[in-house]
């Protein structure tokens, strides 16, 4: 049983984006990794994406929710931060791509709703139901 759920954000029939919701490094923890297509940058898609996911995310009982990005990658760090998310930490890592510059931000925000003592709620049924974030067709 996966504990990895996906989003697709679409516009009309196209998906231009998604979020995906990991199991993070804490035990009610999570992880948010996310992408735009690179014709709907700044329109403000990623961050009504990592919005809805983040909500999502509390709703189902996570206690915090993480993300990692370039330190060079100022448009998902904007993202973040529109989000509420607060600066944890620099760290150094090994470039994996022709973009990386080898130093990561790593990101968290808490749950401000109450607390699942238990953790998230999730059922196999809901592991298996595809999310859809529907975005208007008059723009952002």
């Known amino acids: 049983e ?8 679409f516009y009309k029939d196209t998906c231009i984006g998604m979020v995906v919701i990991c199991p993070g490094n804490t035990t009610y ?7 735009v297509d690179k014709e709907h940058n700044g329109q403000g898609v990623a961050t009504k994406m990592v919005n809805e996911a983040t ?18 990658n100022l ?23 022709l973009k990386d510059s080898g130093q990561m931000i790593a990101w968290v925000k808490f749950n401000p709703y109450g607390r699942n003592l238990f953790g998230p709620k999730r059922s196999a ?15 952002f």
């Not at 996966?2 to 954000?9: A, L, P």
Request: some cysteine.
């Open 55 to 72: 909500e999502h995310a509390f709703r189902s009982g996570y206690w915090t929710i993480e993300c990692h990005t370039d330190a060079s």
């Open 75 to 97: 448009g998902s760090q904007k993202v973040l931060e529109k989000n509420n998310f607060g600066y944890a930490e620099k760290y150094s890592c090994e470039p994996r791509g």
């Open 29 to 35: 923890g999570a992880e948010l990794i996310y992408w």
């Open 2 to 9: 996966s504990s990895y759920e996906h989003f697709g954000g």
């Open 125 to 139: 049924l809901d592991l298996l139901r595809p999310r859809t974030i529907h975005l208007n067709t008059r723009g």
